[in-house]
């Protein structure tokens, strides 16, 4: 009966004008925010133990810092030998998600470990503990961690491929726009950087326009925190290469942020391409990985930053 009542009431505001606007806003933000890791709008999680590919092992929650949310799992195929490795970032508006989740891990890691690739995914500290520039250091610690121990994994440390998904698609690209930055932090170069629907490339121009809630929740009241948290403003030339994979489907548009952000790059000499994808938030993560054209859309882009990464990609899955 509860239930009844309040869905009524849901309506009941919905047709009211004055109210519409600013709810179906609520509504689209919570969406936006949970999507990514792989929850409903109940709070239900689609974290869970996955079938790894023939003979593959997972070293799960290898440190990189003292605080607990500084772990990463590292998925490690058979024989790996001088193997290239993809580094995942999850998701999840900047306070919540996991490294573990299926959405983030599953179809990825059946496709890529099954050819020999490592793959890592990362956790990192979260809001309100850490603003987003303190989830991009630790992203950068538990890079260089993983390229200081690829060797010992069986993995070539010299060929990683940056990876991250929505709110981990924005710190990526964060890292990406600008390299040097995290230098001081032992993070060495890599190949590449697939940018998997962000719609926070340009921080100033969300925050000074109308914009989801979650946005004050990461980037607060500050101006220059906006510029120095924002991938637009503190691009170089010096940037790694970098795929944008952005959602057509998405209400707040991020294939227009997008297509700025990757002019500007390519203004300053840095290859970088676009790939629009007529899916949801949700499925640019969860389908990575499965057969068809949006993966192989992002092999190709992989392909062309290493010959060794173009060798793998071409062996197929057991």
Same mark, same amino acid.
């Given at each position: 009966?509860?239930?009844?009542?309040?869905?009524?009431?849901?309506?009941?505001?919905?047709?009211?004008? !004055?109210?519409?606007?600013?709810?179906?806003?609520?509504?689209?933000?919570?969406?936006?925010?949970?999507? +990514?890791?792989?929850?409903?709008?109940?709070?239900?999680?689609?974290?869970?133990?996955?079938?790894?590919?023939? +003979?593959? =092992?997972?070293? @799960?929650?290898?440190? #990189?810092?003292?605080?607990?949310?500084?772990?990463? +799992?590292? #998925?490690?195929?058979?024989?790996?030998?001088?193997?290239?490795?993809?580094?995942? $970032?999850?998701?999840?508006?900047? =306070?919540?998600? +996991?490294?573990?989740?299926?959405?983030?891990?599953?179809?990825?890691?059946?496709?890529?470990?099954?050819?020999?690739?490592?793959?890592?995914?990362?956790? #990192?500290?979260?809001?309100?503990?850490?603003?987003?520039?303190?989830?991009?250091?630790?992203?950068?610690?538990?890079?260089?961690?993983?390229?200081?121990?690829?060797?010992?994994?069986?993995?070539?440390?010299? @060929?990683?491929?940056?990876?991250?998904?929505?709110?981990?698609?924005?710190?990526?690209?964060?890292?990406?726009?600008?390299?040097?930055?995290?230098?001081?932090?032992?993070?060495?170069?890599?190949?590449?950087?697939?940018?998997?629907?962000?719609?926070?490339?340009?921080?100033?121009?969300?925050?000074?326009?109308?914009?989801?809630?979650?946005?004050?929740?990461?980037?607060?009241?500050?101006?220059?925190?906006?510029?120095?948290?924002?991938?637009?403003?503190?691009?170089? !030339?010096?940037?790694?290469?970098?795929?944008?994979?952005?959602?057509?489907?998405?209400?707040?548009?991020?294939?227009?942020?997008?297509?700025?952000?990757?002019?500007?790059?390519?203004?300053?000499?840095? =290859?970088?391409?676009?790939?629009?994808?007529?899916?949801?938030?949700?499925?640019?993560?969860?389908?990575?990985?499965?057969?068809?054209?949006?993966?192989?859309? $992002?092999?190709?882009?992989?392909?062309?930053?290493?010959?060794?990464?173009?060798?793998?990609?071409?062996?197929?899955?057991?």
């Amino acid at each position: 009966m509860k239930q009844i009542v309040h869905i009524i009431l849901l309506f009941t505001v919905l047709n009211n004008a !004055a109210y519409a606007g600013p709810l179906r806003e609520w509504l689209e933000g919570r969406k936006a925010e949970k999507q +990514d890791t792989g929850q409903s709008l109940n709070g239900e999680s689609s974290s869970g133990a996955i079938t790894l590919p023939k +003979d593959a =092992r997972l070293l @799960k929650d290898i440190a #990189y810092g003292d605080a607990g949310e500084q772990r990463m +799992d590292v #998925y490690l195929p058979a024989h790996a030998e001088n193997a290239p490795v993809i580094f995942m $970032v999850h998701g999840g508006g900047w =306070r919540r998600g +996991d490294k573990a989740s299926n959405t983030v891990v599953e179809n990825k890691v059946a496709r890529w470990v099954a050819r020999g690739f490592i793959f890592v995914s990362a956790n #990192y500290r979260l809001l309100p503990k850490a603003d987003p520039l303190v989830q991009a250091g630790d992203v950068a610690r538990a890079l260089s961690a993983a390229q200081t121990r690829a060797a010992a994994w069986g993995g070539n440390p010299a @060929k990683f491929i940056l990876m991250g998904h929505s709110a981990g698609a924005h710190l990526v690209a964060l890292l990406a726009a600008s390299p040097g930055s995290v230098e001081s932090l032992g993070v060495r170069p890599w190949l590449g950087t697939i940018v998997l629907d962000s719609a926070a490339m340009d921080v100033v121009q969300i925050m000074e326009s109308g914009h989801y809630r979650l946005y004050d929740n990461a980037f607060g009241k500050d101006a220059a925190f906006w510029k120095s948290a924002s991938p637009f403003h503190v691009l170089t !030339a010096d940037a790694t290469p970098m795929l944008l994979v952005c959602s057509t489907k998405r209400p707040d548009k991020p294939c227009e942020q997008a297509r700025v952000f990757a002019a500007k790059t390519v203004g300053l000499g840095v =290859r970088a391409a676009l790939s629009e994808q007529a899916l949801t938030h949700k499925e640019i993560n969860q389908q990575l990985g499965l057969p068809g054209a949006y993966t192989e859309a $992002v092999e190709r882009f992989m392909g062309t930053l290493d010959a060794s990464v173009s060798s793998l990609l071409a062996v197929p899955g057991h």
